[in-house]
Nanobody
Framework: QVQMVESGGGSVQAGGSLRLSCAIS????????MGWFRQAPGKEREAVAV???????RYADSVKGRFAISKDNAKKTLTLQANSLKPEDTAMYYC?????????????????????WGQGTQVTVSS
């Protein structure tokens, strides 16, 4: 069982950028599918992006072209580069891990498909 700790959240103005990091403890090979989710107050947790490999990444339509997900197995880090931030991006952002097949299936955006979660990092975007 891996553990994950998110960092990098903060408060920015619209149009700004943040780089979120997820530090992974344990064997990253046991978590081949990893993603970022977010949850705003009063709303359901939603998928932001998922990383299965360098050629298998997926993004929510709302963040395509603005966010980029990457994973460094040597540094045991999952990263989300968030650019051109909008007020509607305000949420708690979570790092999550799933079995390998999740990244290759339609369930990649389903939070119930993920077995491990971090504690979250808050992102607040002001207009």
């Amino acid at each position: 069982q891996v553990q994950m700790v998110e960092s990098g959240g903060g408060s920015v103005q619209a149009g700004g950028s943040l780089r979120l990091s997820c530090a992974i403890s344990g064997d990253t090979a046991t978590v081949p599918c990893m993603g970022w989710f977010r949850q705003a107050p009063g709303k359901e947790r939603e998928a932001v992006a998922v990383f299965g490999s360098e050629v298998n990444t997926r993004y929510a339509d709302s963040v395509k072209g603005r966010f980029a997900i990457s994973k460094d197995n040597a540094k045991k880090t999952l990263t989300l580069q968030a650019n051109s931030l909008k007020p509607e991006d305000t949420a708690m952002y979570y790092c999550a891990a799933a079995d390998w097949y999740t990244c290759f299936s339609a369930s990649w955006s389903n939070a119930d498909s993920y077995k491990s979660w971090g504690q979250g990092t808050q992102v607040t975007v002001s207009s």
